[in-house]
Antibody, heavy 123, light 107 residues
Framework: EVQLLESGGGLVQPGGSLRLSCAAS????????MNWVRQAPGKGLEWVSA????????YYADSVKGRFTISRDTSKNTLYLQMNSLRAEDTAVYYC????????????????WGQGTLVTVSS | DIQMTQSPSSLSASVGDRVTFTCRAS??????LNWYQQKPGKAPKLLIY???SLQSGVPSRFSGSGSGTDFTLTISSLQPEDFATYYC?????????FGQGTRLEIK
């Protein structure tokens, strides 16, 4: 069974940093692209970032480009999201989600999703 | 970026009703359109991928159709567990975007 388990969320001040982790199991981690999707309180879903199975390709939403960095550690089967220069508008539940292909250039979908981790940016 | 617009934003219906949700893309996305269901406090769940393919384990009362810019998700006979928010999502572009969601409420 494919499982994704996020961690690392919490309360951080504006301008601060946080690193989220997503531990993956039940599939060959290097074979599939992985994504981060967030949801602000009471709002809809927003795709944040993606990384190819090999780690050679990374993609970002304009709203986080230059502030967030996605990476993966194949030895630990773990996906990361390093978030710097955090703003109040980054407050959200952050989900990791698996893509059905190695690269994002082949249109796919998100399945499954982790349970999410809450990031709150506030002073 | 490709904009995804869902209508209506909310919908009231009764158990047993047939309901249809609409999703429109700002440009053609061929059939690169997926649908998700989300219940309060839970992660989204994939229902339909590639516009009309039913995800394994999803009840057959759910169906999807469309291509180009206009898509629909239909629930043929509403069940109590179907009351949730539904999102469409395009992956035609590597800048992936979601619709704003349609909230399905009990009448």
């Amino acid at each position: 069974e494919v499982q994704l388990l996020e961690s690392g969320g919490g309360l951080v001040q504006p301008g601060g940093s946080l690193r989220l982790s997503c531990a993956a199991s039940g599939f060959t981690f290097t074979t599939f692209a992985m994504n981060w999707v967030r949801q602000a309180p009471g709002k809809g879903l927003e795709w944040v970032s993606a990384i190819s199975g090999s780690g050679g390709g990374t993609y970002y939403a304009d709203s986080v480009k230059g502030r967030f960095t996605i990476s993966r550690d194949t030895s630990k089967n773990t996906l990361y999201l390093q978030m710097n220069s955090l703003r109040a508008e980054d407050t959200a539940v952050y989900y990791c989600a698996k893509f059905p292909y190695d690269v994002l250039t082949i249109a796919g979908w998100f399945d499954p999703w982790g349970q999410g981790t809450l990031v709150t940016v506030s002073s | 970026d490709i904009q995804m617009t869902q209508s209506p934003s909310s919908l009231s219906a009764s158990v047993g009703d047939r309901v249809t949700f609409t999703c429109r893309a700002s440009q053609s996305i061929t059939t690169y359109l997926n649908w998700y269901q989300q219940k309060p406090g839970k992660a989204p769940k994939l229902l339909i991928y590639a516009a009309s393919s039913l995800q394994s384990g999803v009840p057959s009362r759910f169906s999807g159709s469309g291509s180009g810019t206009d898509f629909t998700l239909t629930i043929s006979s509403l069940q109590p567990e179907d009351f949730a928010t539904y999102y469409c999502q395009q992956s035609y572009s590597t800048t992936i975007t979601f619709g704003q969601g349609t909230r399905l409420e009990i009448k």
